[in-house]
């Protein structure tokens, strides 16, 4: 197998977002949890994203465990490796982008990177290297007050600079627009003048097609799913991969008992359940038991187990803000939410130790510990259940066939529990 595209993505929901992006592109593509083994049997696909937790760690470390991804990516033919970032350019003084762009640029010998988190359709617009989070200005945005990364610069290429190991310029929208030659010449210029890097304009969703072209003919790139989006459509049309084959492959069924899991409290969530109680048995578990250390998993798997054979279930933790809230006091917060997660874990272990095979979680970190737990190496993606939530099948996984959707809390249709079973056969 020869990757047309390696990604290696700073965090998993990005990771997922990008894995998205590129499958609707039409590149067959598997995102990996961490690093994935030497051996790990992969379908044939066109992109591999790798995804990292690397985007607030020590510098040295996101250096040392992209560098490891990069020699994985590059083992399995990717020509083309793209380190993939927060759209808001998530970093401080201290990294970790410029640091892992200096290395894997080092490691693969490009003289120089483009640079760009822009996503038009996303409302991400760079300017004059200046990044637009909606209508405003990086450092007017949220992301001026976040708790690890606050942005207070909008001016990427002076971010980015006091990052790297090398000088930064810029390729403005004047250039983009006259088209990839002209990226092309002022590349070649900024190479000469002895820079690194250069953070790319884009304000237009077509701007990403002229950034792709030129990416694709260098062998690293940086940049968040916009950039991803215009590599995959530069490969498409250069006839480097084999549209449509991904849908197919990922839709066939793996049967099965089905379940769906809870954790998330979002009103979306709260609505979709409570639809859901209409087609389905659902169990709503006492998060006072989970964190008092009440046996709830096993309550829950000894109501589940006799009902799988009849059809899925559903089971959640989920409640409304006052009862969360009582919760979050009386345990503490990040008490409560482990707790609750660990149990989640424990009842998905449970399930697919009974044979479910088909498997649909709604929360973000409750995801998160699901897939830990029941150590799935990979996800081929498949078709979109709702914007931004793909049907996955799990690759390398010990079960063999499994099918799973994960969900951020506020995803999806007020349907969303049938409409994902409806497409994971
Ligand atoms: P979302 O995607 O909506 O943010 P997450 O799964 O990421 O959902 O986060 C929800 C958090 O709330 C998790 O830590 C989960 O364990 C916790 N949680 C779930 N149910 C309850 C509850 N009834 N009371 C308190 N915390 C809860």
Redesign the pocket.
């Known amino acids: 197998m020869t990757l047309a595209l390696g990604c290696i993505a700073d965090d998993y929901t990005g990771a997922s977002d990008l894995a998205n992006t590129l499958t609707r592109a039409g590149l067959r593509t598997v995102q990996t949890i961490g690093v994935p083994a030497d051996d790990l049997a992969l379908p044939e696909v066109d992109a591999v994203v790798v995804s990292l937790k690397s985007r607030s760690i020590e510098a040295g470390l996101a250096v040392t465990r992209s560098r490891a991804a990069d020699k994985w990516l590059r083992s399995r033919g990717a020509s083309h490796v793209l380190f993939k970032i927060c759209s808001t350019f998530d970093s401080t003084n201290a990294g970790n982008i410029g640091p892992v762009m200096d290395a894997l640029r080092d490691d693969c010998g490009e003289a120089i990177v483009l640079v760009t988190p822009a996503f038009p359709e996303t409302g991400r617009t760079v300017y004059q290297g200046n990044l637009f989070v909606g209508t405003v200005p990086l450092n007017e945005s949220p992301l001026k007050d976040h708790p690890l990364n606050p942005m207070h610069d909008s001016n990427l290429v002076r971010v980015l600079a006091r990052q790297s190991r090398t000088k930064v310029g810029l390729v403005n929208l004047a250039a983009v627009t006259r088209g990839a030659d002209a990226v092309r010449a002022q590349l070649t210029e900024l190479s000469a003048k002895g820079l690194g890097a250069a953070i790319i304009d884009a304000v237009f969703d077509r701007d990403l097609e002229t950034i792709g072209l030129v990416a694709a003919g260098h062998r690293l790139s940086v940049g968040a799913s916009g950039i991803g989006l215009g590599l995959a459509r530069a490969l498409v049309s250069a006839g480097r991969v084999s549209p449509n084959v991904a849908a197919a492959e990922v839709g066939t069924p793996v049967g099965g008992p089905a379940a769906c899991l809870a ?4 009103q979306a ?1 709260l609505q979709q359940i409570a639809n859901a109680e209409r087609v389905m048995p659902v169990l709503h578990l006492e ?1 006072e038991q989970i964190v008092a250390g009440g046996g709830e998993a096993q309550h829950a798997l000894a109501w589940a187990r006799p009902r799988l054979a009849d059809g899925p279930v559903l089971i959640a ?3 409304t803000p006052e ?2 809230a009582a ?2 006091a009386r345990h503490g917060r990040d008490a ?3 707790a ?2 660990q149990a ?1 874990a424990d009842i998905a272990e449970g399930l697919v130790q009974s044979g479910v095979r088909r498997l649909v979680v ?6 998160g510990a699901v897939v830990d737990r029941l150590k799935i190496p990979g996800f081929l993606v498949g078709a979109e259940i709702a914007a931004g939530v793909p049907v996955l099948r799990a690759v390398g996984a010990n079960e063999g066939g499994m099918l799973l959707a994960l969900k ?3 995803f999806g249709g007020p349907e969303f529990f049938s409409d994902a079973l409806g497409l994971m056969r």
């Open positions: 954790g998330s409290c979002s969530t998060p933790s989920s409640a009862a969360v919760v979050q409560a939410g482990h609750i997660e989640m709604a929360g973000g970190e409750t995801s951020s809390g506020n």
